[in-house]
C-alpha cells in the first residue's frame, strides 16, 4: 500500500513549482528534408524552485533504486504492478521504482574521444564505474539502450556499485541488414522481413542468448528493436515484388482480400489498420522467442516513434504483447493533451519515454542533427527537463523515462551516425566533461520525484 515519509504539509512548502518562460528554436524538416530551426519562441516552463535543492528530506531507497513506502510482492526480478491507481515499477525486492535512464552509456570511438578517455581512466571498468557514481550521484538509477551492457554486469557483480540496464537486441534490423545488402530500392521496407522463412530460425538463434541473462536481477527488460517504420504507407511498400519479398506481398495479398480493401481509393484508416496487422505478426514473434529463453524479464517494446505513436489500431496490438510500451517522444516541448487522452484510451499497460532532449547554444556545437530543440544554455535544457518530467508523472501510466543520451559525439568524428554528429545531446561532452548546470537541475528533480508523485494524488 501506497504510504509516504513525509507530510503533505512539507510536500506543498518543500516542492513548490514556479511556471517560467524558456526561449527555444523549434526543430522540423523543410520541402527537401534539410534540418530548419524556427524563430526563438518562449515556452512555459514549469521547474522545481530554490526550495527543492535545499530539500533535506528524501524518501529512502533500496539499493535498486525503488521506494520503501510502495510495497509489492518481490519476485527477485523488476515487473510492473498498478498500485491505488497508479503504475509502478517494481523492484526484484518488492519496492516501488521509477526508471530515470540514461541512454547511450558508452565511450566515444573517435580519437579525441581515445584521448580524453585516457587522460581521465585508466581501464574501461574505472571508467564505467565513476560513470555510474556520477549517475547515481544526480538521481539516474537505469542505463537505456545501446549502453555497454557487459562492462556494467561486471560493476553489478562486484555488489558495491549496482545499476538496473535495458539491453537493445536489434532483432528484426540486424536479421535485415543480412538479407538486404543488396537492396537500396528505397520503396522497400526493413518491415517485409518479418515474414521472410528464415526470420523465426532467425529469431530462435539470437534469443538462445538471453538465457545467460535469466537469473539477473538487475536486468530490467529487453527492447527489440528501434524506430520500426511502422508509420510509413506499408500498403504500397509491399506491393513491390523484390528479392526477399514474396512472403510479404502474400501477407498483403490476403490481409487486402479478408478485408475487401478497394486498393485504388486507398485511406489513412486502411494504412493504419494494415500497419497494425504487420505489427501484429512483429510483436507476437519477438516476444514469443525472448520470453522462451528468458520467462523472468520485461519485454519493454521497440521504441515506436512518429506518427505511429498516433495509431490507436497498432496502440492496441503492442498493448497486447509488450510489458511496458517504449515511446521515443520528439515534436513537442511536452507530453501532448493529445498523447495523454489517446495514450490513456488505447494503452492497458504502463509506458515510458525512451527518447527526449534539448540541445544548447551555449555548448558551440552546430546542433543541426538529431530531432531535439534548440534552448540557449545548460540551464534551459535542465529547466527543459523538469518541466517534460514533472508533465509526465502526472500520468498514472507512466513509470519514467530515458534520457538521449549520455555523451556529446565529437563533432570532428566522420564516422559518427549522421542523426547523431555535432549536437549536444549529451550530459558530459565528448572530453567526459560533466555540464554541471544541466546535471543539477536533473539531480533536483530525480531525487524529488516519488515526493513530486505522491503530491500529484493530493
Not at 515556452?43 to 531507497?61: C, E, G, R, V
Request: aromatic share 14%.
Amino acid at each position: 500500500m501506497f504510504s509516504t515519509c513525509i507530510s503533505g504539509s512539507e510536500i506543498s512548502a518543500q516542492y513548490l513549482h514556479d511556471t517560467i518562460y524558456t526561449d527555444a528554436k523549434v526543430w522540423s524538416r523543410d520541402s527537401n528534408r534539410k534540418i530548419v530551426y524556427s524563430d526563438w519562441k518562449k515556452f512555459p516552463t514549469i521547474t522545481l524552485n530554490d526550495h527543492a535543492s535545499q530539500n533535506k528530506h528524501s524518501m529512502p531507497i533500496d539499493r535498486f533504486g525503488g521506494i520503501y513506502s510502495v510495497n509489492a510482492k518481490p519476485t527477485g526480478f523488476f515487473r510492473t504492478e498498478k498500485i491505488q491507481g497508479r503504475w509502478w515499477v517494481i523492484d526484484p525486492i518488492g519496492n516501488g521504482f521509477i526508471v530515470k535512464a540514461v541512454n547511450s552509456i558508452r565511450k566515444g570511438g573517435s580519437l579525441n574521444n581515445k584521448i580524453a578517455f585516457d587522460s581521465l581512466y585508466v581501464s574501461d571498468t574505472d571508467w564505467m564505474n565513476k560513470t555510474i557514481i556520477q549517475l547515481k550521484e544526480n538521481g539516474f538509477n537505469t542505463a537505456g539502450s545501446w549502453s555497454e551492457v557487459d562492462l556494467i554486469r561486471t560493476i553489478n557483480k562486484k555488489g558495491v556499485n549496482s545499476f538496473a540496464y535495458t539491453p537493445q537486441l536489434n532483432l528484426l534490423s540486424n536479421f535485415a541488414k543480412k538479407y538486404a545488402q543488396n537492396e537500396k530500392d528505397e520503396n522497400t521496407s526493413v518491415l517485409k522481413y518479418i515474414f521472410h522463412p528464415n526470420f523465426e530460425i532467425y529469431l530462435d538463434s539470437i534469443c538462445n542468448v538471453l538465457s545467460q541473462y535469466k537469473n539477473d536481477s538487475f536486468l530490467l527488460g529487453y527492447f527489440s528493436d528501434n524506430e520500426l517504420p511502422f508509420q510509413d504507407n506499408l500498403i504500397s511498400k509491399f506491393s513491390y515484388s523484390q528479392q526477399n519479398s514474396a512472403q510479404s506481398k502474400l501477407f498483403l495479398t490476403k490481409w487486402i482480400n479478408d478485408n475487401n480493401i478497394d486498393t485504388t481509393k486507398s485511406t489513412k484508416q486502411q494504412k493504419e489498420l494494415f500497419a497494425s496487422a504487420v505489427a501484429q505478426k512483429y510483436f507476437s514473434l519477438v516476444t514469443k522467442f525472448i520470453k522462451k529463453y528468458d520467462p523472468n524479464h520485461l519485454y519493454i517494446g521497440s521504441r515506436v516513434h512518429s506518427s505511429v505513436k498516433d495509431n490507436s489500431y497498432f496502440l492496441n496490438v503492442m498493448d497486447e504483447y509488450v510489458d511496458i510500451h517504449s515511446i521515443n517522444y520528439y515534436g513537442n516541448w511536452e507530453l501532448s493533451q493529445k498523447h495523454m487522452t489517446l495514450w490513456s484510451d488505447n494503452l492497458s499497460k504502463p509506458f515510458f519515454i525512451t527518447e527526449f532532449y534539448t540541445k544548447a547554444e551555449d555548448a558551440n556545437m552546430t546542433n543541426m542533427s538529431g530531432a531535439g530543440w534548440l534552448v540557449k544554455t545548460q540551464v534551459d535544457r535542465g529547466n527543459f527537463y523538469q518541466n517534460f518530467c514533472l508533465k509526465l508523472m502526472q500520468m498514472n501510466s507512466c513509470i519514467g523515462w530515458h534520457w538521449f543520451r549520455y555523451q556529446d559525439n565529437d563533432p570532428t568524428d566522420l564516422t559518427a551516425d549522421p542523426s547523431n554528429n555535432d549536437s549536444n545531446k549529451g550530459v558530459v561532452s565528448f572530453k567526459y566533461k560533466p555540464y554541471p548546470e544541466l546535471l543539477y537541475k536533473m539531480k533536483i528533480l530525480n531525487n524529488s520525484i516519488y515526493l513530486q508523485i505522491n503530491n500529484f494524488k493530493k
